[in-house]
């Protein structure tokens, strides 16, 4: 005998960190089905990208994967410099790298600061935020903008890096790098985390590459496959970092790779800074007054490594100043399709940590 | 020399019964109202905590450091609109947030809160039994929650309530093993090794405690302490309301001073648990001098112990409700039960 | 057996097959068979026919690959039996381009209500036809042109 | 005043129900999109509304007093808003936060972005930005509490 019950989280729920409805089926606690409906934060990005010149377009592939912009930024200006062969000069490749690689770690800041509160742990998410608060310093110094930054522009960056923004990066490196571990023993010092993440939300290799998910997920299923190592961009191939994978596939696996990541973006940024030339850090042929000239011709498809996973691009030009059509392959979409695989027969519990877990960005799976 | 005999003697013109009628009134007010004001100071504290172990700074700006924020936030809620959800149950509905707020008062009122100077006794109750009156009480209040949570007839509601019931049958017997433990234990005194009455008021217990029991039972004191914690339903054993989860469990269609009503058994359960546990367990008003400071030293007892499960509160994720009912039947009640022999072995071996 | 009409490299050095829509699920059986995987689906509306573009990935190689069909009735023969991951691209690729997907089990709209007239990625999609959406008491959407049917 | 003839004691009566009220605004957590991380900032460490009596995030609607919408509503999603915001009990506030919400923002030229959340539910705060700082959005949050205490004045 079973008792039926229809439970709506979403669209506006604590556990689902974006909005999209889930419409769970329980059976007493038990999770039977789990429907998702995603769409309520569909902001016709790509249409409006078709109206835009090329270089405004860059707002919008901010506002995608909202808490980590710069690389959103970077994937969509890889695509777009690919289509107009435009080199970008090596200090704004590094600088870029930096910028990315801050981001990334700020993006991973909120997701590990909910992952607390969605396990009823309340401490976390301030100290996590902290933290964040003082990257998004960093980039208010660079760029102006907290979370949309809109730093990164064809051919390079809008602002040269000057001696404030890098000590402050150093500072901010030197303090991370312990608090982190103080983060972190927050969590894996608590043997209620443990229990409630071992052996929950588990996602076999093979059906996680059926569905197409990326990042931390895959690789928290056991497959090292990270952009950044296997097709390098910018120059990702002359600094040394490891790709964690995880063989356990549950929730926790999940945990760890995430913050083994937040240790390698570390040691990626202090090789970078060491290794930052002086030069230019915009392509002369970009700037500000022949920016709206810009066009390109083709089809392209490049990829990054985002927070959430691959994060590709396609852009067809039809040698006009505006694209003739964008589209942005999300991490998020595809991670959030395994859900119902991940949560089926766990308690609903479990679920709002896989949902955690999954870190899936509504805007960008909504677009 | 008690403090409702003097308040008696003060009215004594009007007649033995007027007066002492009087006298219960006036002390319970006297009471609550000292029990009121140290609740506000207690979630004053609990938020400056919590902001001081969250790098915040906390409510500052509602009067000098922020100490008229409860106040405000009193007001607030009498001024609110209660919205009554279409589908209710409505008697239910509306009786369960009175259910808890009376149980809770009903709670304070048992606790025999020690000597001070010149007052002499402050306890209301002389009652013989207020061990079995204050678990009685304690086992109202889920009544008010699951009455609440079912008649509101939203699914989130239901589904705490589902936890709060499984919750409340899984840690309730661990808590009254261990209590038993107490009651024998504190029919011998062991100074002298005289079997004495008196164990099953809380004013008695304390009156034999001079050693206090969480030393000589430490187990009876874990156990009760998490049942405790279970009963006042904070993180880690926040089932039924799991924020995150369950938007706020049982209480997630109640407005205005209803959902207010809950909000203070919620802070008044964590209160009143700690004053059960320094009673039963750590020696209560006992002390150096105790017939003049001894409620003092139960006020200590208290805020320390209060502090202590705030900690708990901020620092301890949920623990899921599977985990939780094994916890409870796998090892708190063996565990208890071996307490309860202990016990048993304890007095035998006074005698 | 099927057939490449022709193969070239896009700006990105990425190896292209254009290929003929009847031969799509053989041309995937057949990478799918030496481990690649799907990555994305892109529709471009060319106003006279759409061209349908598939990325996919082999994970061991490290080999993107693209492969693009065009198809001038809006109907492409669906992958999911193949991929899981082409559900939610199909579906999205119906939603917003208006590609019918043949076979797939599931073809509603994603990211629009169920209603929305259109699809807005189409290139005569007129922008100023404003819907809106409503919602009844159980949480159906119903669409309209009418504003007063709004909120 | 509002009935003219109450006398000092109403007055006196709806000042202090003013004070609660403005001094204790438990906002909802109404993150839509990009805004809902700069809510969580406001929330956070660094910015702290909680020393404005905002201090619990209610999730329930039926317990909160303040609406800070926060992030572009879409058209699928401005119904719900309005259910939500149904569901509030009075008094309620609204607090628009970020251009998306107060007129579109950069999605102005699209199809499934709802023009100003104003549309929807009455506002009675905007706060510009894209999104707005924490800072701004504190800066709101007190003005609207100016608000709350000049309401019974008019």
Redesign the interface.
């Known amino acids: 005998m079973s008792h039926w019950i229809e439970l709506n989280i979403g669209p506006v729920h604590p556990a689902t960190h974006g909005i999209y409805r889930f419409r769970v089926k329980l059976n007493e606690e038990t999770v039977e089905d789990v429907d998702i409906t995603i769409g309520y934060l569909h902001r016709n990005a790509e249409k409006i990208c078709e109206l835009n010149y090329f270089v405004n377009n860059t707002i919008y592939f901010d506002r995608m994967d909202y808490i980590d912009a710069m690389n959103m930024e970077l994937g969509y200006l890889r695509a777009v410099e690919t289509l107009m062969d435009m080199e970008v000069p090596e200090r704004a490749q590094w600088i870029r790298m930096i910028m990315a690689e801050l981001s990334r770690i700020a993006a991973r800041m909120v997701g590990i600061g909910a992952l607390g509160l969605d396990v009823g742990m309340l401490t976390p998410f301030f100290h996590t935020f902290h933290e964040r608060e003082k990257i998004q310093n960093i980039f208010v110094e660079a760029s102006g903008g907290r979370q949309e930054v809109n730093y990164m522009s064809i051919g390079g960056v809008y602002q040269d890096f000057n001696d404030t923004i890098i000590n402050e990066i150093k500072e901010f490196i030197a303090g991370f790098k312990g608090k982190l571990e103080e983060i972190v023993k927050m969590f894996t010092d608590s043997e209620i985390f443990w229990q409630r993440n071992v052996g929950t939300g588990v996602l076999e290799p093979d059906i996680a590459l059926d569905y197409g998910v990326t990042g931390p997920m895959l690789r928290a299923s056991g497959i090292p496959y990270d952009v950044r190592k296997d097709s390098p961009y910018l120059y990702y191939d002359k600094v040394n970092f490891d790709v964690p994978i995880a063989k356990s596939k549950d929730n926790m696996g999940r945990f760890l790779v995430k913050v083994e990541e937040l240790r390698q973006s570390v040691r990626i940024i202090e090789q970078c800074l060491a290794k930052l030339p002086e030069g230019p850090y915009f392509n002369p042929k970009a700037k500000k007054s022949a920016m709206l000239l810009l066009k390109g011709q083709g089809d392209v498809f490049t990829r990054v490594e985002s927070e959430s996973g691959e994060f590709g691009v396609f852009i067809r030009g039809d040698g006009n100043v505006k694209p003739y059509r964008v589209h942005a392959r999300s991490p998020s979409f595809k991670n959030l399709a395994v859900v119902p695989i991940m949560a089926k027969g766990s308690l609903i519990a479990d679920l709002i940590i896989t949902i955690a877990s999954v870190d899936a960005v509504a805007g960008e799976v909504d677009r | 020399m008690s403090l409702l005999f003097r308040i008696h003697q003060w009215f004594s013109f009007l007649g033995n019964f007027a007066s002492y009628g009087l006298a219960y009134l006036i002390q319970s007010i006297v009471v609550l109202i000292f029990v009121a004001l140290s609740f506000v100071a207690l979630i004053y504290i609990f938020r400056k905590y919590m902001a001081r172990i969250q790098r915040r700074i906390g409510p500052n700006r509602v009067g000098k450091f922020g100490l008229l924020q409860l106040i405000a936030d009193a007001l607030k809620l009498i001024g609110k609109e209660s919205i009554l959800p279409e589908n209710r149950d409505d008697m239910a509905y509306k009786i369960a947030p009175v259910i808890v707020m009376i149980a809770t008062i009903l709670a304070f009122v048992l606790i025999p809160f020690g000597d001070l100077a010149y007052f002499g006794s402050l306890a209301v109750t002389h009652s013989k039994v207020t061990l079995v009156l204050m678990f009685g009480i304690l086992s109202i209040i889920p009544i008010g929650e699951v009455l609440g949570g079912i008649s509101t007839k939203s699914n989130y509601a239901l589904l705490g309530t589902m936890r709060a019931v499984a919750k409340d049958i899984s840690f309730e017997i661990p808590m009254m093993i261990s209590v038993l433990a107490i009651v024998i234990v504190s029919s011998r005194s062991y100074v002298t090794g005289d079997a004495i009455t008196g164990g099953l008021s809380l004013s008695g217990i304390v009156s034999n405690e001079i050693i206090p029991y969480g030393i000589i039972e430490p187990l009876g004191l874990l156990i009760f302490f998490i049942s405790m914690i279970a009963r006042a339903s904070y993180s880690p054993f926040d089932l039924g309301e799991s924020d995150s989860e369950l938007i706020s469990g049982y209480t997630t269609e109640y407005s205005g001073m209803r959902f207010g009503f809950f909000y203070i058994g919620l802070f008044g359960m964590v209160y009143l648990s700690s004053f059960l546990i320094s009673l039963l367990y750590l020696g209560g008003s006992n002390g150096p001098y105790d017939s003049y400071v001894g409620f003092i030293y139960l006020f200590i007892k208290t805020d320390i112990l209060v502090l202590i499960s705030f900690l708990i509160w901020v620092a301890i994720p949920r623990i899921r409700i599977d985990k939780f009912v094994d916890l409870g039947w796998k090892y708190l009640l063996p565990l208890s039960m071996v307490n309860l022999v202990y016990a048993g072995l304890f007095v035998l071996y006074i005698r | 057996m099927y057939k490449i009409l022709s193969e070239e490299t896009?700006?990105?050095g990425?190896k292209?097959l254009n290929i003929d829509k009847s031969d799509l699920v053989e041309l995937m059986e057949d990478y799918k068979n030496r481990r690649y995987?799907?990555?994305?689906i892109?529709g471009?509306?060319m106003k006279d026919h759409i061209d349908v573009?598939y990325?996919i990935h082999n994970?061991d190689k490290?080999d993107?690959l693209?492969v693009k069909v065009s198809t001038s009735d809006e109907k492409v023969p669906s992958i999911t039996k193949l991929?899981?991951?082409a559900?939610?691209?199909e579906r999205?690729q119906y939603d917003?381009m208006g590609i019918v997907f043949e076979g797939h089990e599931n073809l509603r709209?994603?990211?629009?209500?169920d209603e929305w007239v259109g699809h807005?990625?189409r290139k005569d999609?007129d922008?100023n036809k404003?819907?809106?959406?409503?919602?009844d008491r159980d949480g159906n959407?119903h669409v309209s042109f009418d504003d007063k049917e709004?909120? | 005043m509002k009935t003219g003839d109450m006398g000092v004691k109403t007055t006196t009566l709806e000042k202090a129900l003013e004070w609660g009220r403005s001094n204790s605004l438990w906002p909802l957590t109404m993150g839509l999109a990009c805004c809902a991380i700069e809510m969580m900032a406001t929330q956070a460490a660094d910015v702290d509304v909680a020393r404005f009596g905002s201090e619990i995030f209610r999730n329930s609607p039926r317990q909160s007093d303040l609406m800070i919408v926060a992030g572009t509503t879409t058209k699928r999603m401005a119904p719900r808003v309005k259910r939500i915001y149904e569901e509030m009990p009075y008094p309620k506030y609204v607090i628009a936060m970020g251009v998306c919400v107060i007129q579109g923002g950069p999605y102005v030229d699209g199809y499934s972005v709802v023009l100003g959340v104003d549309r929807v539910i009455p506002v009675d705060v905007y706060v510009p930005g894209c999104p707005p700082s924490p800072q701004a959005l504190t800066y709101g949050l007190i003005t609207l509490q100016k608000k709350i205490r000049n309401e019974t004045d008019r």
């Not at chain 3, 995987?37 to 994305?40: D, G, M, Q, V």
């Not at chain 3, 709209?109 to 209500?113: A, V």
């Not at chain 3, 404003?130 to 919602?135: G, L, N, P, R």
Request: hydrophobic content about 45%; overall charge negative; proline content about 5%.
């Open positions: 896009d700006k990105s990425m292209v995987y799907l990555s994305s892109t471009v509306d573009i990325h994970f490290n993107y693209c991929w899981k991951a559900i939610v691209d999205e917003l709209r994603i990211l629009l209500p807005p990625l999609y922008l404003v819907q809106y959406i409503s919602m959407e709004g909120w």
